[in-house]
């Protein structure tokens, strides 16, 4: 760290930027490729506060530092502070708490010991909180932002959960691309031979607006790598991805984590992915029986014409890993082809039901079925055998419903 550095310089270990800034602060060395310079070498970054007192009329914070331990904390009148952020959510904090524990918010002059350390606790699970909600808006490819918020209790990221945006394919599996390309002039207004549906002889999915029109249990066949059209052919929905701003929440009633969309939703819009590992049914069975009696499980059985492979979204999976049952959900699944045809391996995509504001919670109904007489109407081909009915994928998993009705309260598979 002596010799300056030159900007794009890489370091084989996994120090992030600031904490070889932190590094060089503390050696007392300046770099001007970290922006550590002579004027600023002595800045200091609260890093959260711990404690609050107030002597006389005015008000001290016991402050962490960035960079340094516990033991180098130190008090500081409020003038000195220039972190207002950290100031006010200290406060808010406080406050809530007071208000929790003795129904007032006033802060008293000192805290006891024990609200002091719940504030650190709180303070050091923002941060927690704010470390992944950069990495997963870092690894995400698609244009909604994800934010993360937990206002309920103390709890953390997730301990074994990784980001990914599409299906990661399990050992022993292979994927064959095999999509064959439509040649339309327009793929909604003047289809060639029903366009990329039409080849399998399935109805085109969407309007102009990117809205399903299909029923539940009819498959969505999008355009592909191999059609003529371009990347704003209408028939290109669920696989541009994610568009609206979601938030990982807790809920407050005990059903962990949530997902509630940050804006709008019209009615029969995409939403997101259900993506985690593809992995054969035999190997889903057995994964099965443990995450039983862990007592949740991600598994998702890919039947749509023969339950062969099953989506595991435990380890990896995108924000869909988040979405809580319901009964009455806002959500409907929908099995969608694009590159792979392979009627074993759809993808699945959730869609809205009916306008979802801002603010509310996304839901899906677990066990999703899909009405037989449906099915009739699914393919234009009227020799298309019963025993090929397309099936709705179901989340495999145990769970009581706590929407309280009484049909709900049965295990679901
Ligand atoms: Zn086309
Ligand atoms: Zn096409
Ligand atoms: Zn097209």
Same mark, same amino acid.
């Given at each position: 760290?002596?010799?300056?550095?030159?900007?794009?310089? !890489?370091?084989?270990? =996994?120090?992030?930027?600031?904490?070889?800034?932190?590094?060089?602060?503390?050696?007392?060395? !300046?770099?001007?490729?970290?922006?550590?310079?002579?004027?600023?070498?002595?800045?200091?970054?609260?890093?959260?506060?711990?404690?609050?007192?107030?002597?006389?009329?005015?008000?001290?914070?016991?402050?962490?530092?960035?960079?340094?331990?516990?033991?180098?904390?130190?008090?500081? #009148?409020?003038?000195?502070?220039?972190?207002?952020?950290?100031?006010?959510?200290?406060?808010?904090?406080?406050?809530?708490? /007071?208000?929790?524990?003795?129904?007032?918010?006033?802060?008293?002059?000192?805290?006891?010991?024990?609200?002091?350390?719940?504030?650190?606790?709180?303070?050091?699970?923002?941060?927690?909180?704010?470390?992944?909600?950069?990495?997963? &808006?870092?690894?995400?490819?698609?244009?909604?932002?994800?934010?993360?918020?937990?206002?309920?209790?103390?709890?953390?990221?997730?301990?074994?959960?990784?980001?990914?945006?599409?299906?990661?394919?399990?050992?022993?599996?292979?994927?064959?691309?095999?999509?064959?390309?439509? %040649?339309?002039?327009?793929?909604?207004?003047?289809?060639?031979?029903?366009?990329?549906?039409?080849?399998?002889?399935?109805?085109?999915?969407?309007?102009?607006?990117?809205?399903?029109? /299909?029923?539940?249990?009819? #498959?969505?066949?999008?355009?592909? !790598?191999?059609?003529?059209?371009?990347?704003?052919?209408?028939?290109?929905?669920?696989?541009?991805?994610?568009?609206?701003?979601?938030?990982?929440?807790?809920?407050?009633?005990?059903?962990?984590?949530?997902?509630?969309?940050?804006?709008?939703?019209?009615? &029969?819009?995409?939403?997101? %992915?259900?993506?985690?590992?593809?992995?054969?049914?035999?190997?889903?069975?057995?994964?099965?029986?443990?995450?039983?009696?862990?007592?949740?499980?991600?598994?998702?059985?890919?039947?749509?014409?023969?339950?062969?492979?099953?989506?595991?979204?435990?380890?990896?999976?995108?924000?869909?890993?988040?979405?809580?049952?319901?009964?009455?959900?806002? /959500?409907?699944?929908?099995?969608?082809?694009?590159? &792979?045809?392979? %009627?074993?391996?759809?993808?699945?995509?959730?869609?809205?039901?009916?306008?979802?504001?801002?603010?509310?919670?996304?839901?899906?109904?677990?066990?999703?079925?899909?009405? #037989?007489?449906?099915?009739?109407?699914?393919?234009?081909?009227? &020799?298309?055998?019963?025993?090929?009915?397309?099936?709705?994928? =179901?989340?495999?998993?145990?769970?009581?419903?706590?929407?309280?009705?009484?049909?709900?309260?049965?295990?679901?598979?």
């Amino acid at each position: 760290m002596g010799e300056p550095a030159t900007l794009g310089c !890489s370091v084989c270990c =996994k120090s992030s930027w600031n904490q070889l800034q932190d590094l060089c602060r503390l050696a007392k060395l !300046s770099c001007p490729a970290l922006g550590v310079s002579k004027k600023n070498l002595y800045d200091f970054e609260v890093e959260y506060l711990c404690d609050y007192k107030k002597i006389r009329e005015q008000e001290y914070y016991l402050v962490k530092w960035r960079g340094y331990p516990d033991s180098e904390n130190t008090w500081e #009148p409020r003038q000195n502070l220039k972190c207002i952020r950290v100031l006010k959510q200290f406060h808010k904090d406080l406050e809530r708490e /007071l208000v929790r524990r003795h129904r007032r918010s006033k802060p008293p002059r000192h805290l006891d010991p024990n609200l002091a350390n719940y504030l650190v606790q709180k303070a050091k699970q923002r941060r927690a909180l704010q470390r992944w909600e950069q990495e997963l &808006n870092a690894k995400r490819s698609h244009l909604g932002r994800i934010t993360v918020e937990n206002e309920v209790d103390l709890d953390g990221p997730p301990r074994s959960f990784v980001y990914i945006n599409e299906y990661r394919v399990g050992e022993g599996i292979t994927l064959n691309q095999v999509a064959v390309g439509c %040649e339309c002039q327009d793929c909604l207004l003047a289809p060639t031979g029903g366009c990329c549906p039409g080849a399998s002889l399935h109805k085109f999915a969407y309007n102009d607006q990117g809205q399903v029109r /299909l029923k539940a249990g009819q #498959p969505i066949y999008e355009c592909n !790598s191999r059609c003529c059209c371009g990347y704003d052919c209408p028939n290109r929905v669920v696989q541009k991805g994610i568009r609206y701003d979601l938030c990982i929440f807790r809920t407050n009633d005990g059903r962990g984590w949530g997902v509630r969309t940050l804006e709008k939703i019209r009615k &029969n819009s995409f939403v997101m %992915e259900y993506v985690g590992e593809i992995i054969t049914s035999e190997e889903a069975e057995r994964r099965g029986q443990i995450y039983d009696r862990q007592g949740a499980t991600y598994l998702f059985d890919l039947d749509y014409v023969e339950d062969v492979y099953t989506v595991d979204a435990a380890y990896y999976g995108n924000i869909s890993h988040f979405v809580n049952h319901s009964c009455d959900p806002n /959500l409907q699944v929908y099995n969608v082809f694009i590159d &792979n045809l392979d %009627e074993r391996l759809p993808r699945i995509a959730f869609f809205a039901t009916r306008t979802i504001w801002a603010g509310e919670e996304l839901t899906f109904d677990y066990n999703m079925q899909v009405d #037989p007489v449906d099915m009739e109407s699914t393919r234009m081909d009227s &020799n298309f055998g019963l025993a090929g009915l397309p099936g709705s994928p =179901k989340k495999r998993v145990r769970i009581e419903c706590k929407c309280g009705t009484t049909a709900c309260r049965k295990y679901l598979f």
